[in-house]
């Protein structure tokens, strides 16, 4: 993920089951997400808590033909950014 300050890492486990999302994200701590898949369009959510803050996250994106690549936006807060993840 690419925020206008600099750049986060971080993964995905998806699960999904008829046009929901569920899964968990992050990096040593781990999030619970909801979203929908409709076609190669995908969107979900996830509140994080670090660092003694807490915020939404939010993901818009489009899963590539092969179904390897999405790439899409992303924000938190007032922040804007993009992000690209790569099927391990």
Do not use: Y
């Not at 486990?13 to 909801?34: A, H, K, S, V, Y």
């Not at 509140?47 to 590539?64: I, N, S």
Request: aromatic share 8%.
């Amino acid at each position: 993920m690419l925020w206008p300050g600099g750049k986060s890492t971080g993964s995905c486990t998806f699960t999904i089951e008829g046009d929901r999302l569920g899964g968990t994200c992050g990096g040593d701590e781990r999030f619970p997400i909801t979203g929908r898949v409709i076609g190669r369009k995908v969107t979900w959510q996830m509140d994080v808590k670090q660092g003694g803050a807490q915020g939404r996250m939010e993901f818009d994106g489009e899963v590539d033909e092969p179904g390897t690549t999405i790439k899409g936006s992303c924000n938190i807060g007032d922040q804007f950014g993009s992000f690209t993840m790569k099927k391990e």
